[in-house]
């Protein structure tokens, strides 16, 4: 029986997906697990690529056939559509880097070791998973809303989606398992902001019917 991990930010986004697999959640964050049926656990992380990276840490000792990113995201391409299902195969920690004065020095421009850009070629069997859209994405401490900034990022980056997770998660799956991979759905455009025209539901109830989908045909 495959082990399956799903790394959410926050309870909500899975929520349908935890009622679905009777996953018990007794805290805002931690990792959670299925009693009994399907071997599902549930790592509830907080926002953010740090607080990502450290629950990836924390629970590294623990082996899992595949581990799933999931949540909602915000589409930087509007050809994507509200309520979109995609797969995020790469990832920029978009923020890394330098200013020097009006320009932003991109971080690989800065000769130093590391990198901030993360790929994820993993190439599983699976006719729901290659049904999606594979999109690039990038990961930001702070969701653009601004239109000066938003021009700039498009300026800077080719990307389709921003999170403020993705590229930590792709960051410490490489050292935990062969087969990840980041599932989100578009919930809101970036623009500037305003909430009214965000369809949070819509993206969530997509998000979880088809991570139910997948790991029923992955567990075949």
Known sequence: MPKFLIVGATKFEIQPLLTYFKIPVHSPEGLFSTESGPDISALITGVGMVNTAFALGRYSHNLFDYIINAGVCGAINKDLKIGEIVNVTNDTLSEMGAEDDSEFIKYPDLNLP????????????SSALNGLRKVSGITVNTVHGNEQSIAKVRRLYEADVETMEGA?????????????????????YVEKRDKSKWQMPLAIENLNSFLISLIEELEK
């Open 114 to 125: 590391g990198t901030n850009y993360y790929e994820n070629q993993v190439q599983i069997i």
């Open 168 to 188: 930590a998660f792709f960051r410490g799956c490489s050292r935990l398992s062969e087969n990840y991979f980041q599932l989100r759905a578009v919930s809101n």
